[in-house]
Structures are given as structure tokens and as C-alpha cells.
């Protein structure tokens, strides 16, 4: 996704996504352990960094992610391909940009959200994506939360003269354009996920890194319907009060 901040930055969130061959194998041992779910969604794909893993774990992966990302020819895994073109012949695997993933009537088991909160700049954006994922949950669905809380190469980032603080984090200027780079305090993260109406069932934090798991409510409580702009500057999102 694109965020436009005054009148002139425009953060582009892709700069900041990474290839396969940088995953966490933390993480990877973490996501291979969970037991088989029929259904399951990679919010914030990116260059699916974690997809091959997920795709163990589930008979049905979303793949989600902006128009620019999903469309755009970029590396993934050694070859120079769009992400729709990846996926396109699989049975079981789909790439839905965030409006068609809002409009679909299809609820998942599982969802993942691995390294998408800390790079957007907009707090009301970070809710309206959290308040989406629990809508597109069945009740008791689960969700895994993955954010940066401490990097001590931010500090170092922090001062080159490219940089300038923002928000939670800081933006950086580059031949590739603006980028945001936040932390998510753990307290902060569970305070978000539960104001977008799921429950918190554990919380572990590994190098930096904290790891949560969310539950979604036995009910539908909270917004069921989204709308959602997306233009090749700025991307927002809110939930609307009619619901199914």
C-alpha cells in the first residue's frame, strides 16, 4: 500500500517487503507447527516471504496485498514475475487486492499479519486493517501478529541525513522514494487488536520481535462492512456502521 503524507511524501510500502530467502526461521518453525486449517489469509503479502510455509498449514491461502503490489514485476524466488502471475494456476492459492478481499462473503479460519503494522504511518489505517482481518475471521478464528518492538539498526538509520522522525518511527528518502519504518510497542499492539474487537490469547517476544496471537468473538460484533480507496499515492481505509 501507498500512504500520502502532507501534500508532496508519498510512503511506499513495498520498498520495505522482503524476498523468502530473508524469513525468520524463527517464525518458520513457529507457522510449520500449527496444526491444518481448511482456510487461511497472508494479510500484506509482500514478496511472499512466508508463503510457501503457510501454504503447508491450510487447503486455502489468500494472499493479500495492494494493486501496485500484486500487479508490479518485481524477484520472487529467483525469477522476475508479478505476484498474480505466480499464483495464477494454483488451485488453492489467490492474490486479492485489499477491496476484493473486503467485498468477498468468505470468512477463514487462520490469518496472518507478519510485518505489516510497523511500517504503515497512519494509526487509523493500523485500525481499519486490524478491524477488516477479525471481520474476515469465522468466530474463533485465530490471527498471528508480528511486529518489530526494538531494532538496534534504527538508531543507526535514525541518524542518516536521509531520515527524519515521524509518528512512531521514522521516514527515510531514497532513489526508490519515501519509506516509513515504525515500532509497535507489545502493549501497544495488544491495546490495538483488542480495540478492533479481538481477544488477546498469548503474547511472546523473541529478539525484538513480538509475536501475537488474537482470537476473534463467537458472534459478529463490530463492522462488517469496509470502504476502501486505493490510488497509486494514497491508500484508506474505515469501517461503516451497516452490517450485514
Not at 482456510?39 to 503457510?54: A, E, H, N, P, Q
Not at 538496534?152 to 527515510?172: A, E, V
Not at 462492512?225 to 461503516?240: G, K, P
Request: glycine residues 6%.
Amino acid at each position: 500500500m501507498r500512504y500520502k503524507i502532507g501534500k508532496e511524501i508519498i510512503i511506499r510500502s513495498e520498498n520495505a517487503a522482503k524476498p523468502d530467502t530473508q524469513s525468520s526461521a524463527y517464525l518458520n518453525k513457529l507457522i510449520s507447527g500449527l496444526e491444518p486449517v481448511h482456510s487461511s489469509f497472508d494479510f500484506g503479502c509482500g514478496k511472499l516471504r512466508y508463503k510457501r510455509t503457510i501454504a503447508k498449514t491450510t487447503e486455502e491461502l489468500a494472499l493479500i496485498d495492494s494493486e501496485v503490489q500484486l500487479s508490479r514485476t518485481q524477484m520472487i524466488r529467483g525469477r522476475s514475475t508479478t505476484i498474480r502471475d505466480h499464483v495464477g494456476k494454483s488451485n488453492h492459492v489467490h492474490a486479492l487486492t485489499v477491496s476484493q478481499f473486503a467485498s468477498r462473503d468468505q470468512q477463514y479460519d487462520r490469518g496472518f499479519c507478519i510485518n505489516v503494522l510497523s511500517v504503515i504511518p497512519s494509526a487509523s489505517v493500523r485500525l481499519g486493517i486490524v478491524q477488516l482481518m477479525r471481520a474476515k475471521l469465522k468466530p474463533n478464528g485465530t490471527c498471528l501478529f508480528v511486529t518489530l518492538y526494538r531494532n538496534s539498526d534504527f538508531t543507526r538509520m535514525q541518524k542518516l541525513p536521509n531520515c527524519q522522525p515521524y509518528g512512531n518511527g521514522f521516514l527515510m528518502d531514497s532513489l526508490r522514494g519515501y519509506s516509513f519504518y515504525g515500532l509497535i510497542p507489545p502493549d501497544d499492539l495488544a491495546e490495538l487488536v483488542k480495540r478492533a474487537g479481538f481477544t488477546v490469547e498469548s503474547v511472546v517476544l523473541d529478539e525484538g520481535t513480538a509475536y501475537l496471537w488474537a482470537r476473534a468473538p463467537e458472534g459478529r460484533s463490530g463492522p462488517a462492512r469496509f470502504h476502501v480507496r486505493e490510488s497509486t499515492e494514497n491508500f484508506r481505509i474505515r469501517a461503516t456502521s451497516d452490517r450485514r
